[in-house]
């Protein structure tokens, strides 16, 4: 069982115990709050108290975390993950194409496969790395898990607070500019649930830059540097700028869904291929590179000839 101790700060003078716990103390919603200090697991002056107990300010917690649960999945079988980076923090994996992020169903995630292979992890009072960025099905590499409550909480203020790069291949049907800048509103469709555009007014918006690679045989590869991370930002925003991912079931036309490239790829032709964000530990860059899968190799292959 871990032993942490927190600080309270006079400026909080008057609140409720459960509910400092739930704001201050990462991985702890107020439900879970409740009930560990119910159990005893919070003490002031060594002494047992109650959920709603007062606060004055400057007291310090001692808070007692149980050991992680373990996940109630039973084991899947899947491919072993890719390791770019690992310390006590941070887990970095190559994600192959094919598997989603979290459980779903019956089948494998990154989440179940990494959690049997790459322990520990304590996130949220179980055994698995905590998510904090995702990564479709179809769409392979970079991808970073936490291994703590401390470290997802840092993880996604370094999101929140774009201290995050992030750079994508994609294959694109058309011949788009040199390089360029998508910006605008961007909100779920009207007519289509499982879509998103940018055609809707909307106060969130999605922003991307992108630089020609390689021009090919009626297609590019283009590098995709992400401002915003909205859901399917890439595909949609390329979609409706008229150089619509090859291999796209959701947002692509006709053309780019058969083109032969994308036959051969048999998926998106997506691939989030570097990472770069601040050490969790030290606060230093971690930088990691996943090399093109197989598939898109092929793709590009194709292309070529």
Known sequence: MAQQKVPVP???????????????????????????????????????CQPTRKLWGGEELEIERPEPRASPRPVVEGPVLTVLHDDAALVIVDKPPGLVVEPEGRAASVVDLLAAQCPPFDVEGQALPGVVHRLDRETSGCLAFAR????????????????????????????????????????????????????????RRAALSFQVRERLDGAALLEVDLDTGRTHQIRVQLSEAGFPVLGDSLYGTEAAREHPA????????LHAFRLELPSLLTGQPVRVQAELPEDFQRALVLLRR
């Open 10 to 48: 006079h400026e909080v003078a008057g609140e409720r115990l459960d509910k400092f716990v739930s704001k201050h103390v990462p991985g702890f919603s107020l439900e879970r709050a409740r009930a560990l200090i119910e159990a005893g697991g919070v003490r002031i002056r060594g002494k047992k």
């Open 262 to 269: 994308a036959k051969a790829l048999g998926r998106q032709a």
């Open 148 to 203: 703590t409550d401390t470290a997802a909480a840092a993880l996604l203020r370094a999101f929140q607070e774009k201290q995050v790069d992030k750079r994508y291949w994609t294959l694109v049907l058309g011949n788009p500019p040199e390089q360029g800048r998508l910006e605008g509103p961007y909100a779920r469709h009207p007519n289509d649930s499982r879509r998103f555009t940018t055609k809707v007014p909307s106060a």
